[in-house]
């Protein structure tokens, strides 16, 4: 059988595409390494209002039940030097927790419902062809295609074999060491908010505990090069030392699940410079779209996966699949999420440059419930970069700590 366009990768990113190519009455072969789905995805699982705003049928299939999710309306937030914050939020959820076991699922399913789909297929191998893409998996099978969308995460095959990303991956990518254990195990203290710990691991670091329905999701992220160079395979033990570290704060209870324990990458410096090729498409983490100061990721794996399907779609009714007719993607993302992911970079490179900031920042939106609300919405996706920074503008306390705050978000930097 021969299809319009294959999307390798049936994540948040791949599935979105696919889907949305299939509803529209393309061709779609949609293909994934795991076994079968459900599958494991190490992640906090935390969506923001925006997503289900983006993505109308994912409000749906959280409202009717088919996924289990945990609305969150307070966010505690900690400094390096262990000052913490508490916002509350009355009406709308900040934040909605859903297990990515469960989410994924559901987003598969959409996708196989209009699509041909193949699990238990690794691709190792993409070239680009004049007339076509072709594709080789491990097994030694060929596939082509007109078009490839790459969705295939942050050790993207499709990425590397077209020469889009080229970067010394250790600058690029954050680890983020995670378990999500059952509550007869592992308990928090509150499980109707989250915890955020601005932690500081050299250049970039932060902790979090996610409450799911069924599960705590306790984590910390770091930059690569460290997780590579002080860490050096002990990723598992300094899990244990923070699950420890949350015990003796007070928030947790019970014991660490070692078993349970998982690190994935995540890249974190903004979207790759070039995201199409010609017959070429890279949406999600492939295309490094993730929040650098949050490590968002789920929203934007989807968005650039639907932008990506519109572009798709294009290419197949006109069948011209060259580089300048793919070029309207990197429009597409740019004009919806490119200033947002823009800045989430700046401020990654302003926030996390020394503790200074962030126990400056936390310390005056403690006295600050309107500066707290816009750190918490900025973070959470709910509040603009620009409102943030006004709001900032338009303080007149001519204090240090003020400068030092107004810094972290980049004014007078
Ligand atoms: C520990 C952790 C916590 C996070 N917490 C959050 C959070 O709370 N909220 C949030 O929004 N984001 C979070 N993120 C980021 C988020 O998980 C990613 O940005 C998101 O999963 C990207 O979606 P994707 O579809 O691009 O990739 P993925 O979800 O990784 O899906 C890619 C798919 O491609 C398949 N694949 C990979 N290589 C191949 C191949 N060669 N051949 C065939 N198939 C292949 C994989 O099996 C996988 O199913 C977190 C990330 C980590 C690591």
């Given at each position: 059988m021969s299809f319009d366009v294959v999307v390798v990768g049936a994540g948040p990113a791949g599935a979105t595409a696919a889907y949305q190519m299939g509803l529209a009455g393309a061709k779609v072969l949609l293909l994934d390494k795991a076994k079968a789905f459900p599958r494991e995805k190490p992640c906090g699982g935390g969506l923001s209002a925006r997503l289900l705003q983006r993505f109308p049928y994912v409000r749906e299939f959280l409202d009717a039940g088919e996924v289990p999710v945990n609305p969150i309306r307070r966010v505690h937030l900690e400094s390096p030097d262990g000052t913490r914050v508490t916002h509350e939020q009355e009406n709308d959820p900040i934040l909605y927790l859903i297990r990515r076991w469960e989410f994924d699922a559901a987003l598969f399913r959409r996708a196989e419902s209009v699509c041909t789909v193949r699990t238990g297929v690794t691709i190792r191998r993409c070239e680009v062809k004049p007339t076509h893409v072709e594709l080789e998996t491990t097994e030694g099978e060929i596939i082509t295609a007109p078009l490839v969308i790459g969705a295939?995460?942050?050790?993207?095959v499709i990425a590397r074999h077209t020469g889009l990303r080229t970067e010394a991956a250790h600058k690029e990518y954050a680890v983020d060491m995670m378990e999500e254990t059952t509550y007869d195990r592992l308990q928090v203290a509150d499980r109707e908010s989250i915890y955020l710990f601005l932690t500081l691991t050299q250049t970039f670091g932060y902790g979090y505990i996610f409450p799911k329905t069924e599960h705590l999701n306790l984590g910390f992220g770091c930059k690569l090069d460290w997780y590579l160079t002080a860490l050096r395979g002990k990723g598992a033990d300094h899990h244990a030392e923070w699950v420890d570290t949350l015990k003796q704060k007070g928030d947790v209870t019970g014991e660490t699940d070692r078993g349970g324990y998982k690190a994935f990458p995540i890249p974190?410096?903004?979207?790759?410079?070039?995201?199409?090729?010609d017959r070429v498409l890279l949406a999600g983490d492939a295309g490094g779209f993730v929040n650098a100061f949050t490590a968002e990721g789920i929203y934007y794996a989807m968005t650039s996966g639907s932008l990506a399907a519109d572009v798709a779609l294009k290419s197949i009714r006109s069948q011209r699949y060259d580089g300048r007719q793919l070029s309207a993607y990197q429009k597409a993302w740019q004009r919806e999420i490119g200033d947002d992911l823009r800045h989430s970079v700046e401020i990654q490179h302003r926030l996390f440059n020394g503790s200074g900031r962030m126990d400056s920042l936390v310390r005056s939106a403690k006295s600050d419930p309107e500066l707290l609300r816009l750190i918490i919405g900025y973070s959470m996706g709910s509040a603009r970069y620009d409102e943030l920074r006004s709001y900032m503008m338009r303080s007149t306390v001519p204090t240090w700590v003020w400068s030092k705050v107004r810094a972290a978000v980049g004014l007078n930097a």
């Open positions: 295939d995460s942050a050790n993207s974190v410096s903004g979207p790759l410079v070039k995201t199409y090729a």
